[in-house]
């Protein structure tokens, strides 16, 4: 099994930037893909990017393509999202996920296998 654990959610003002953290542990040998998923009051999961851990191959929603950056560090088994220009529709408590599978792009939720417990990202005005 693999465990994740998010950080670096907050408060910031419309604008602003912000960048999470997702540390990853345990079963990491063969972690295949990495994504980020956000869920607003309200509102259904949605997908905001992936990346894969040998390639980097990334995808990104056009709700945030240009403003947010998935990355990754392999020898930290951490991945990160940089998130600048925030909206606040961008508030949102974010989850990210770990994937084994290699048949899948990634952009659905159910494409993953283990999820962290989330951070939430508040932004105001």
């Known amino acids: 099994q693999v465990q994740l654990v998010e950080s670096g959610g907050g408060s910031v003002q419309a604008g602003g930037s912000l960048k999470l953290s997702c540390a990853a542990s345990?079963?990491?040998?063969?972690?295949?893909?990495m994504g980020w998923f956000r869920q607003a009051p309200g509102k259904d999961r949605e997908f905001v990017a992936t990346?894969?851990?040998?390639?980097?191959?990334?995808y990104y929603a056009s709700s945030v393509k240009g403003r947010f950056t998935i990355s990754r560090d392999n020898a930290k088994n951490t991945v990160y999202l940089q998130m600048n220009s925030l909206e606040s529709e961008d508030t949102a408590v974010y989850s990210c996920?770990?994937?084994?599978?290699?048949?899948?792009?990634?952009?659905?939720?159910?494409?993953?296998?283990?999820w962290g417990q989330g951070t939430r990202v508040t932004v105001s005005s």
């Open positions: 345990g079963r990491t040998f063969t972690m295949y893909r």
């Open positions: 990346i894969t851990w040998n390639g980097g191959d990334t």
């Open positions: 996920a770990a994937s084994y599978r290699t048949w899948t792009n990634g952009r659905n939720q159910y494409d993953y296998d283990y």
